[in-house]
């Protein structure tokens, strides 16, 4: 079997929460030995986060901390003690990559800056995600998500264009700095590959969300032919186009300009496209015209589930698809055929269902999930591999530098 992408690389993971981990997850998905060092006795801040398997709060069974990070082995150490830095510096010589999300300076006030690193291994890659980056002005200030998202993302052009602007749901933006940093630290390795030498890669969710392409970037280009910003459009305000009700739930279907015709054709209401209140496009993206075609539209969609009108859509050539629940996604055929599921055993949340691969390499194997790591649960594999015996992990337990 031919190896996977990244077999042969190590990373030394000192992140939590979500941008770091998820970074880490997608190379432990793809062949990366990702040593998850967390703090002792209480590990990861998202060991405490929801959901929960069986609804049961347990720092094992985050169903967040599971995902995020599955393929990884864990180990618990104090860095702000001399021998916890000691081992640290001692598993830095054989790795390729250090990824942390401490507040920039942190790593370099323990004594575990880049350049520290680099003196013991000048092949180390160290990838630092911060909020604001590792320099600036605002290199010391919080944030979280939804600060990230209204100081450099377009948060102008979502919400009630009667309320004050919102942010969309989720956490998009960690997700896509997580992301962000598992292409850069990936494209690092390459380099030093070719080059000989590591780099200090510097990601920040501030500078990935201004850069993002979900909407931003269209509006700054608006804005440069127009001087200015995006407008707020309140819900269907075209004709035919975004989410309705249907007979089980929700359906998004882009029906709006040219696309109109497929629409009425499904309907089996033709003689819509020549009605006078619909016969132009200028005319179907007016709102009020769009809430007579509901008149229409809305009694039709009622009639049918939405696996029914996702299929009636795609037939007629209408770019469309259910608003899935969580349920509707996990019993979805597509994805289950494709692999998208892993069953993983974990000693303590028990029988787990997660995902698996986010993309398919067709030449290059991709691991099994395997479960996240109780915590501390490798400390004796991965410190045996530095030549410490049991004696020597047991008075550490107790100096609590594990």
């Not at 929960?52 to 169903?63: A, R």
């Not at 939804?146 to 960690?174: C, D, F």
């Not at 127009?226 to 186009?241: F, Y």
Request: hydrophobic fraction near 35%.
């Amino acid at each position: 079997m031919p190896p996977q992408a990244l077999e042969g690389v190590r990373v030394l993971d000192v992140t939590q929460l979500i941008a770091g981990p998820y970074a880490t997850k997608l190379l432990a998905d793809y062949g990366a030995d990702v040593i998850k060092i967390e703090r002792p006795g209480t590990g990861d801040v998202s060991r405490r986060l929801g959901p929960f398997v069986h609804d049961e709060p347990h720092p094992e069974k985050s169903g967040l901390f599971l995902h995020l990070n599955s393929n990884k082995r864990g180990m618990t150490l104090d860095l702000k003690s001399a021998t916890g830095r000691k081992i640290f510096l001692r598993l830095a010589e054989s790795a390729n990559v250090v990824v942390e999300s401490f507040s920039p300076g942190t790593m370099a006030a323990l004594g575990l800056g880049y350049e520290s690193l680099r003196e013991v291994n000048p092949r180390i890659i160290v990838t630092s995600i911060s909020n604001y980056g590792q320099t600036g002005p605002y290199r010391d200030y919080k944030t979280s998500e939804i600060i990230a998202y209204a100081m450099g993302g377009p948060m102008h052009a979502t919400g009630l264009p009667e309320r004050e602007p919102m942010k969309l749901g989720g956490s998009v933006i960690q997700h896509q700095t997580g992301a962000a940093a598992a292409t850069a630290t990936a494209m690092a390795i390459w380099a030093a590959e070719s080059n000989g030498h590591g780099e200090h890669l510097d990601l920040s969710l501030f500078r990935t969300q201004a850069s993002s392409q979900d909407r931003r970037t269209t509006m700054l280009v608006g804005a440069q032919y127009t001087n200015e910003n995006s407008d707020r459009r309140p819900p269907g305000a075209s004709t035919a186009n975004g989410i309705r009700p249907c007979a089980d739930g929700y359906i998004a279907i882009m029906g709006a300009a040219n696309r109109f015709a497929g629409v009425v054709r499904m309907m089996g209401q033709p003689e819509l496209l020549t009605d006078p209140r619909f016969d132009t496009v200028v005319k179907r993206s007016m709102p009020d015209t769009s809430e007579e075609f509901d008149t229409h539209y809305i009694p039709f969609l009622m009639q049918y589930t939405k696996r029914e009108l996702f299929a009636m859509a795609q037939k007629n050539g209408l770019p469309s698809g259910p608003v899935f629940t969580a349920e509707d996604l996990y019993l979805e055929p597509h994805f289950r055929e494709r692999g998208f599921w892993q069953q993983v055993r974990h000693p303590v949340a028990g029988e787990v269902t997660q995902t698996g691969r986010p993309f398919i390499m067709n030449a290059t194997p991709w691991r099994q999930t395997r479960a996240a790591p109780t915590l501390g649960q490798h400390n004796e594999e991965i410190l045996t591999s530095l030549g410490y015996e049991r004696r020597d992990i047991a008075r550490l337990h107790t100096l609590g530098v594990l």
